[in-house]
Nanobody
Framework: QVQLAESGGGMVQAGGSLRLSCVAS????????MGWFRQAPGKEREFVAA????????KYADSVKGRFAISRDNAKNTMYLQMNNLKPEDAAVYYC??????????????WGQGTQVTVSS
């Protein structure tokens, strides 16, 4: 089973940027469609973005389109989330997980610790 470690979170002002990383153990990463999710206090965990194995297809939640960019480096077993023009409503704990398909975005792995993103207005 793949193990995941998210990092790169922090505190930024509204309009700022952060780059999150997700490092996966094992060879499963290179054959898995991967996704980013987030959970704000008192809210359900929600889908943010996903990327296919080749990186050729990506998908974003409407709330982050045009501001966030997902990418991956299979040689490094690492996925990234570049977050620009951050808004207070982006504040959450961000998680990565393999997803069943780019269409369903259903997470299929175990959750890691996540990385906290805080955005001040």
């Amino acid at each position: 089973q793949v193990q995941l470690a998210e990092s790169g979170g922090g505190m930024v002002q509204a309009g700022g940027s952060l780059r999150l990383s997700c490092v996966a153990s094992g060879r499963t990463f290179s054959i898995a469609t991967m996704g980013w999710f987030r959970q704000a206090p008192g809210k359900e965990r929600e889908f943010v973005a996903a990327i296919t194995v080749s990186g050729g297809t990506t998908k974003y939640a409407d709330s982050v389109k045009g501001r966030f960019a997902i990418s991956r480096d299979n040689a490094k077993n690492t996925m990234y989330l570049q977050m620009n023009n951050l808004k207070p409503e982006d504040a959450a704990v961000y998680y990565c997980n393999p997803v069943r398909t780019i269409t369903t975005m259903t997470p299929v792995g175990s959750w890691g610790q996540g990385t906290q993103v805080t955005v001040s207005s």
